[in-house]
């Protein structure tokens, strides 16, 4: 991509959509701490202006567009959230290969932060180990600019994409978030349970926590569970909350 199409936004600009096509919104889902009952987190989930479902927004992108989506995304979660007095903290889905310098590219997002007063702290960004990292010190670059300036990271989708282990010895993020494929059904598959099994055996050397997502059933959750993992998201808890922030039932941690 050309250098030139990444020009730093402002917080105005990136509301606005500037030099997009792409009207979109977003849908909030819990990240649920079983060991404490209460919501850890929220993932912003993109959505279309109507609720649309997210390929409607993402099939609509191009090379060109990418590193403006990312900048938008970031500024307008971040103004959803304090609009919507999240008192927790927010996943942001961001894409690696759409950052040209980070520390340039954070720019947007510290300034929408002081903007609209939501803290930098509670701010996790997530990286989707379902997009081919091309060049993987970029990434490591980004990661450690965003950890100098007080982010939290983790990698999304963990189990499904190009890199699996090889990336996680490359960095260690704060969370992996286990890809749902690996979750389906893990209660009678033995195989995904080997596979969980050592995933959380290496987290737990290298301190990282484990966040169990598309969790559906009493049954997977029971299983993770009972394995060592204390942190949920899917319909067991709570669906996405369409410019919302979602209650977690008390009897879905039991």
């Known amino acids: 991509m050309d250098p030139k ?3 730093e936004l ?24 079983t060991k404490t009952r209460t919501v850890f987190s929220h993932e912003a989930l993109v959505r279309g202006p109507q609720n ?3 390929y409607t927004v993402l099939d609509r992108l191009t090379d060109r567009t990418r590193y403006r989506f990312d900048q938008a995304c970031r ?9 919507l007095e999240l008192p927790v903290n927010v996943n942001i889905n961001f ?4 950052v040209y310098k980070p520390e ?3 720019r947007t997002t510290l300034a929408a932060a002081a903007k609209y007063g939501f803290p930098t702290e509670r701010i996790i960004f997530e990286v989707t180990e379902g997009e081919e990292i091309t060049d993987h010190a970029h990434l490591l670059g980004i990661i450690h600019e965003y950890r100098r300036l007080g982010f939290r990271t983790a990698i999304d ?3 499904a994409g190009y890199a699996g282990l090889n990336l996680l010895s490359e960095f260690q993020p704060d969370y992996i978030k286990l890809d749902m494929k690996l979750v389906r059904g893990i209660d009678v598959n033995r195989p ?4 969980v099994r050592g995933i959380v055996q290496v987290c737990e050397e290298l301190s990282i926590k484990i966040i169990a997502e598309g969790v559906e059933t009493a049954e997977e959750y029971g299983w993770l569970r009972d394995s060592g993992i204390s942190l949920f998201q899917g319909y067991h808890f709570a669906k996405p909350g369409f410019e919302c922030l979602p209650e977690v039932p008390q009897h879905a941690y039991l």
Not at 75 to 83: D, F, G, L, P, S
């Open 10 to 33: 402002s917080c105005a600009n990136c509301i606005e959509g500037a030099g997009l096509d792409i009207d979109f919104s977003f849908a909030f889902q819990p990240i649920v701490d």
């Open 75 to 83: 500024v307008k979660i971040v103004k959803m959230a304090a609009e």
């Open 95 to 98: 894409y690696p290969n759409a």
């Open 52 to 54: 649309q479902p997210a």
């Open 157 to 159: 989708d963990f189990g």
């Open 104 to 106: 340039l590219c954070i």
């Open 192 to 195: 995904r349970q080997a596979i």
């Open 5 to 7: 199409d990444f020009v």
